[in-house]
């Protein structure tokens, strides 16, 4: 910002210093950390029309980062279901176990309420309504989607859950991500309580 107006500019690419970033979470998506030391900014817009873009970007991170949650709780999900049914217990299929079939439709059950609401969240933006708690509330419910459904595959892969090879301690990894990317997830609820 420039005192007290916030200022939104951009940065020729080529003056811009990119490094990838390492990650345990979020390797999916090729995180990297951006240095802007010593470049100039070409000044796109202040004031309100810049508050007014980092609104609307913000609104499409929280959309965005909601189906982000979505597809690593549904890719969870269908992990732990594929082993589920694979693996033996007692002489029948792990789905077959009462325990392990709610674990599923729990899981199932969120993932889908976060998907819809996601979605409802999206078209309210595109058909131009204000869509800011919606996407922050379909943020919130979409990473506890993916949180619970991670955090139930491990469960039911039993000891092999946390190994590489099965790839849900991957969906937990990322799903633990999105709890603090982009303010965090108690950002997101401290800015809707007042209007709980």
Known sequence: ???????????????????????????????????????????????????DAIGRARLAAWIGGA??????????????????AERYAFGKPLLGQQAVARKLVESRRRAEAARHLAFHAARLADSGHDARETAMLAKITAVDAAVHAADEAIQIHGGYGYTVEYHVERHYRDAKTLEVIDGGIESLCDALGPTA
Do not use: K, M, W, Y
Request: aromatic share 2%; proline share 6%; with cysteine.
């Open 1 to 51: 910002s420039c005192g007290d107006e916030p200022v939104l500019g951009v940065v020729d690419p080529s003056d811009a210093t990119i490094t990838a970033v390492p990650a345990l979470g979020f390797r999916a998506t090729a995180p990297a950390s951006i240095g802007l030391n010593g470049v100039s900014a070409r000044v796109v817009a202040r004031g309100d029309a810049a508050r």
């Open 67 to 84: 189906a982000l949650a979505v597809g690593s709780a549904n890719g969870a999900i269908e992990h732990a279901r594929r082993h589920a």
